[in-house]
């Protein structure tokens, strides 16, 4: 086998792999796991109501924001 | 009459149909075009509110989260939410986050399951005003962000009481921030530990692989620049936490086992680089990653095990009343305890707690100082008597006179006491800390010894240079670091399943180290309420009036009365009494269908003209009817079962047994008599429980209590143990909780614990020897990277397996 395809393969695999790893520390330093038992049942209610809310939080923080 | 139960449609808890609000809905049905009707039954007009609340404000969602699982139903006496709003309250639990938003960090009460924090959140973020709102569902810690000049706290607090719950402020202090902060630093130095090193070893077993089968140079080259890469974010990122922890060792001058580890894996990364650089020989980068990786999770599950100090004094300080009733100008007042001043006149109602000591001014009855004294019957009190604060008065209505302010009250020196206790709590230090640091020391001197060795005999100093440095890799310490949190978290878990609560791993090695065992007396040795020993019934003796009569008083010895009339007697029927009366410290007094009907204790019958001549050691209950002696009872605090194998395992293990109590000392010598405790002493206020416990901090010792009498001396005691069934702040302070309540946990914790501490024992001596057989070898130049990775792996399967074994006693 080439050498070459080996250094591609790892070369890729490995950025993949860090793009991934990059994703889940993005989710801990956000405090997306910080409640477990939460994140579990959140996933029941998840759906439009959720996003809807999750747009009406944003609003609010600039509506309510005081000058 | 017998009625079926029904269930509540809010709270989903059964009652009788009889007592519950019948509510019908009548509406039309477009799918079968006919009029229906549901029916709805409620416990409380409580619950039927929050019902009607919930469907009006379309939150109805809720009870399809709920399912099944029943709730408490809403309480209604609360303190008045306007004191939310005072500039006070704002200075002590409000901050100002960085967008200029209210922030207030609360405990809500009453949160069963996710349904609860599902309806808090979205019951607050549908009030206007209301920023953020994240509730936690282990703790029922919520964190609130609000624009205060939009709503008001109070309003929020409204909120969160009309749906069913309560919500109380805490200061979410340093402490408890740092703690989740570490936590959270330790997950993301995991993931990259974890990632690095899986991947380094689907590229090390190609590498494996090519050493058995052959492989050319340069795809070895190939595969350690791989590693490189991976090896260099683990070594540096996740092993910061060994560079600083070496740091802080060299600056104290302590050879740790961080040391080891910073300087094995630095060296070895050094190493690969230079002999992939040199492209030959063997890189190690593996070795590097597992190392790392290992030894952080080992760390990592200790700071899991552990909690925060800060959640204890919050859980404290919800214990002590806010506010009370004061009397001024005829009228009464309801004013923050801070504001009580002496000579204030203070109400006090049955079920509350007093907040600060005094003196009776008016009533007559009976005060709960159980959870103080340990004195196991409430105590009579009438004018001039002394109130303490922390007794909770039961069944009258009482007027007293403040002797002391708050911060000088018993019961807020107690808690400014244990703050204190709590932070000056003796630890032991744990062997595998000890072994770790000679360790360590002994591998860094053989290994600069070896290089020097093998550089003088004469070798290259490229040699030499390997073969010290694979001396410090073959040391790995994985098993040594792995040695104490295996085991501890399999002892803890056993411990878990049987009722037997650690709060930190580290307690498990204190606890088998034990060498004095210290038991509280009512509640700990005894079950802590007096039950039927021995009952005599006459003729004309009817069970259902006696029972009639026990249940309308709630002290202690009535109580136990009926609970055994109820388990003695089948098909009881249900009297209802007329005029009964309470004559405090006496009996009890009614009258049924005409008949004049007593219970109570010896005067209480020769007051009525019954003449007694029966005598007992124990309490006595005697029960007449119309001047003639029914029945009589007599009842005693009996010893928990268990107590005496618990004795015996403390004899067989050379642990000193010493009973502390409250009580007089005629109680405590009979019990400790029948026991065969040889040292006990009585009469001990909370604070001389604690001197006694301080004035043995030279041994190992474990206190067991219940009460908040114990609280002090739990908090001074290397090993605080509390009785599930406890009072709440008890079990905070204690480092280990029984939650069955038995003596036979106990002593399963004190098994639990020897056995623990023995593996643990164990596997150090394995990693050790491991290492004995390994190192010369090492030093030797006979390491080749298949023994390397060998010994890496099995000593750590050794140790877990070995771990494993803590179960196998209790396997069934």
């Known amino acids: ?67 | 009459m017998n009625l079926s139960k029904v269930e509540c449609t809010h709270c989903h808890l059964d009652f009788d149909e009889g007592v519950m609000i019948k509510e019908e809905d009548h509406y039309f049905s477009e799918e079968s075009s006919t009029e229906q009707t549901t029916i709805r039954y409620f416990c409380c007009t409580g619950c039927q509110g929050v019902f009607h609340l919930l469907s009006d404000s379309g939150l109805d969602g809720f009870y399809d989260k709920l399912g099944t699982k029943k709730l408490s139903a809403p309480t209604h006496t609360f303190e008045d939410s306007s004191s939310f709003d005072t500039p006070s309250f704002y200075q002590q639990f409000v901050r100002k986050n960085d967008d200029g938003f209210e922030e207030i960090s609360l405990v809500i009460e009453g949160i069963h399951c996710s349904a609860c924090v599902w309806l808090n959140e979205k019951a607050l973020n549908r009030l206007e005003g209301v920023v953020e709102v994240n509730i936690n569902y282990a703790n029922n810690k919520a964190k609130l962000v609000w624009a205060d000049h939009i709503v008001k706290l109070s309003s929020i607090i409204d909120m969160i009481r009309s749906i069913g719950y309560n919500a109380y402020p805490y200061d979410p202090s340093v402490q408890e921030e740092k703690a989740n902060k570490e936590r959270k630093d330790f997950y993301l130095r995991i993931a990259v530990a974890f990632f690095g090193a899986m991947n380094i070893m689907w590229i090390a077993i190609a590498q494996y692989a090519g050493y058995f089968t052959g492989m050319d140079q340069e795809m070895k080259t190939i595969l350690n620049v791989a590693e490189w890469v991976l090896a260099t974010p683990v070594l540096f990122y996740s092993g910061w936490v060994f560079f600083k922890g070496a740091y802080f060792g060299i600056k104290n001058k302590i050879v740790n086992m961080d040391i080891l580890v910073a300087t094995g894996a630095l060296l070895t990364y050094i190493y690969s680089i230079y002999i992939t650089l040199l492209q030959e020989g063997e890189a190690y980068f593996d070795s590097v990653a597992m190392i790392i990786t290992f030894v952080l999770l080992g760390k990592f599950l200790e700071v899991l095990s552990k909690k925060s100090a800060a959640d204890t004094l919050d859980v404290i300080a919800r214990h002590v009343p806010n506010e009370v009733n004061v009397l001024r100008k005829e009228q009464l007042e309801r004013i923050s305890v801070h504001e009580v001043k002496v000579g204030d006149i203070i109400e006090i109602k049955p079920g509350e707690k007093a907040a600060l000591d005094g003196e009776v001014l008016q009533g007559e009855g009976y005060f709960d100082e159980a959870s103080l004294s340990g004195e196991s019957h409430p105590i009579f009190k009438k004018e001039k008597d002394k109130i303490i604060s922390g007794t909770i008065c039961v069944d009258t209505l009482f007027r007293y006179k403040v002797l002391k302010d708050f911060s000088h009250s018993t019961l807020s020196r107690l808690v400014s006491m244990l703050e204190n206790a709590m932070s000056k709590k003796p630890r032991i230090e744990m062997l595998a800390n000890k072994i770790s640091g000679h360790f360590s020391t002994a591998i860094l001197v053989l290994a600069v010894v070896t290089f020097f060795v093998w550089w003088l005999w004469p070798h290259s100093f490229d040699r030499s240079f390997m073969v010290g440095i694979s001396v410090i890799v073959i040391a790995c310490p994985c098993a040594l670091a792995l040695a104490t949190p295996v085991a501890t978290l399999i002892g803890l878990g056993l411990g878990g399943k049987r009722g037997i609560l650690f709060k930190k791993a580290s307690q498990l090695e204190t606890m088998a180290k034990a060498q004095m065992l210290i038991l509280d007396k009512t509640g700990t040795i005894t079950e802590g309420k007096p039950n039927v020993i021995k009952a005599k019934v006459f003729e004309g003796f009817d069970a259902s009036l006696l029972l009639a009569l026990s249940t309308s008083s709630l002290h202690p010895i009535s109580q136990a009365v009926s609970a055994y009339t109820k388990e003695s007697y089948e098909s009881l029927q249900t009297y209802t009494l007329l005029s009964s009366k309470q004559v405090p410290s006496r009996g009890i007094v009614a009258v049924y269908d005409g008949k004049k009907v007593l219970g109570g204790n010896a005067e209480f019958m020769k007051d009525n003209g019954i003449t007694i001549d029966i005598e007992s050691e124990y309490s006595l209950f005697f029960f007449a009817v119309d001047d003639k002696l029914m029945a009589y009872y007599e009842l005693r605090d009996m010893p928990k079962e268990g107590v005496q194998e618990l004795f015996q395992m403390c004899k067989d293990n050379a642990i000193h047994v010493v009973m502390l109590t409250g009580d007089h000392k005629n109680t405590a010598q009979k019990l400790a008599d029948e026991l065969g405790i040889q040292e006990y002493h009585s009469d001990l206020s909370p604070e001389d429980k604690a001197n006694f416990v301080q004035k043995h901090s030279q041994k190992v010792t474990v206190m067991v209590g219940d009460g908040v009498n114990d609280v002090l001396a739990l908090a001074h005691a290397n090993i605080g143990i509390a009785m599930g069934s406890g009072s709440d702040i008890s079990i905070e302070v204690s480092d280990i909780v029984l939650l069955n309540d038995s003596i036979k946990s106990l002593s399963e914790a004190f098994l639990i614990s020897r056995r623990t501490y023995k593996l643990v024992k164990q596997n150090l001596a394995i990693s050790l020897v491991y290492n004995l057989l390994t190192i010369p070898l090492a030093m030797g130049g006979y390491i080749i990277p298949l023994i390397a990775a060998a010994s890496m792996s099995f000593s750590s399967l050794l140790v877990v397996g070995n771990s494993i074994r803590i179960k196998w006693k209790w396997r069934r």
């Not at chain 1, 591609?8 to 860090?18: D, F, P, Q």
């Not at chain 1, 994703?23 to 959140?42: E, H, P, Y």
């Open chain 1, 1 to 67: 086998m080439d050498n070459g395809i080996v250094i591609m393969m790892l070369g890729i695999s490995l950025l993949l792999g860090a793009l991934a790893l990059a994703g889940v520390l993005w989710a801990i330093k956000t405090g997306q796991f910080d409640d477990k038992d939460k994140m579990m049942n959140n996933v029941l209610d998840d759906g439009e109501d959720a996003l809807n809310e999750a747009a009406e939080k944003e609003r609010r923080k600039k509506d309510y924001r005081p000058e």
